[in-house]
């Protein structure tokens, strides 16, 4: 596949079909994966492919403007590409999406620290209830013929979700708080997020200022809600604001919440095609309103 | 200690609950006094962070209202708050907030009589639900 996919770069960076790849390479420490921007045809030997590569490229697709991109995407990275586009934040003819058969990623920290080997591969809790068949875009799916078992489709994906919900509203307020009050608003979760990509953040507007800056119960709720409630309907799943918080608030919970609750009320999902409306930009006249009075 | 009185943010749409309300007044109907409204053009010009903003901010209850379906003055603006609004009150309360804070209503321009049984109702609610304290801060009463 490493093979496929080198060539591949190097045949689109010498055709000029693309000015940049964005994939993955090696990182310094030998083993994880880092970010690789390659415009040179010599330059597409350094690209890798692995269970290492977790990140979600498609965030730095919109910070090469006027070129033309070549991406390495995996299942759910395809499906923010489909986000991206379907809000006219890129367009089609711009990027070259190299899709690749991706048999789950694993999950470092737990690795890292003594959770797993990479005999027993430990993997990403968001690989558990994602299906890699879906590919919504790419240009070229790079076929794993060595696939190794896939961690396959957990039997419900909201049931963590649904476990919760059933707690006593004290409980659940209780968790939250305890959550949200180790949030120390690095906004690390915002600058991951390929779907978070306004010039200014409603975070930094000070006038008016939406919400405290201060590590404050409020000020950590309100973030923690605003940043949910923008992403409801464009979230697909990749996971990468919860690997990337530094003191491991469970946003993928708040995520998939939404997520399900879109689902049920709405019939939505995000990241499968490109041709319908944003979910809050549409509306069906049948809607529930059940909370309405 | 003066006994509490919740204190609701209302956020009215211009065409129907703003005049319903206004219709309950003249038709001197009587309902408790404790919301503050916000006359707004459209239930759909309402963001969810106003709503969130006042209840960091200490309002013990939020009410969105607007229009009934097929009567917004701008054809569509309460579709696109329902949808908004379902979701965000639905995460509300995956996140521990009392459902009884934040609640939304259609009343048309007609409705004074239902907009006073609605704003004694949600008083009740709102007194029963208690003071809202979102964090440690102390509360200003009063």
Known sequence: ?293 | MKSWEPKIVGFLCNWCSYAGADLAGTSRREYPPNIRIIRVPCSGRVNPLFVLKCLMDGADGVLVSGCHIGDCHYSEGNYYARRRFAVLKRLLEYLGMDPRRFQMSWVSASEGDKWAKLIKELVQEIKEAGPNKPGLRKRQDG
């Open chain 1, 1 to 293: 596949m490493v093979e496929e996919i080198r060539s591949k770069a190097k045949e689109l960076l010498k055709t000029k079909r693309v000015d940049i790849i964005i994939g993955y390479k090696r990182a310094s420490d030998g083993v994880s994966a880092t970010p690789a921007f390659v415009n040179t045809v010599e330059g597409a030997d350094e690209l890798i492919w692995d269970a290492y590569c977790t990140y979600n490229l498609s965030r730095y697709l919109n910070d090469f403007p006027g070129k033309k991109k070549g991406i390495v995407a995996k299942a759910c990275d395809a499906k923010s590409i489909i986000v991206l586009l379907q809000e006219n934040q890129l367009r089609r003819e711009d990027i070259f999406v190299i899709g690749v058969e991706c048999s789950g990623v694993i999950d470092e920290e737990k690795l890292r620290f003594g959770e797993g080997d990479a005999d027993r591969i430990q993997f990403d809790q968001r690989c558990k209830g994602c299906d890699p068949s879906v590919y919504p875009i790419c240009d070229l799916l790079i076929k794993d013929k060595g696939r190794a078992k896939t961690p396959g489709l957990e039997k419900d994906p909201y049931e963590a979700v649904r476990k919760f919900e059933v707690k006593s509203i004290q409980d659940r307020f209780n968790f939250w708080k305890e959550e949200f009050s180790r949030c120390i608003r690095c906004y690390a979760c915002r600058g991951v997020c390929p779907s978070c990509y306004c010039p200014r953040c409603v975070a930094d507007q000070t006038m008016p200022a939406w919400f405290s800056k201060a590590t404050s119960f409020e000020g950590n709720f309100a973030w923690n809600v605003t940043r949910a409630i923008h992403l409801a309907g464009r979230c697909i799943d990749c996971g990468e604001c919860e690997r990337a918080c530094p003191i491991g608030i469970p946003l993928r919970d708040i995520n998939k919440k939404i997520e399900k609750d879109v689902k049920e009320l709405f019939g939505y999902e995000a990241g499968l095609s490109d041709n319908g409306k944003p979910l809050f930009a549409s509306f069906d006249k049948e809607d529930p309103e059940d909370f309405i009075r």
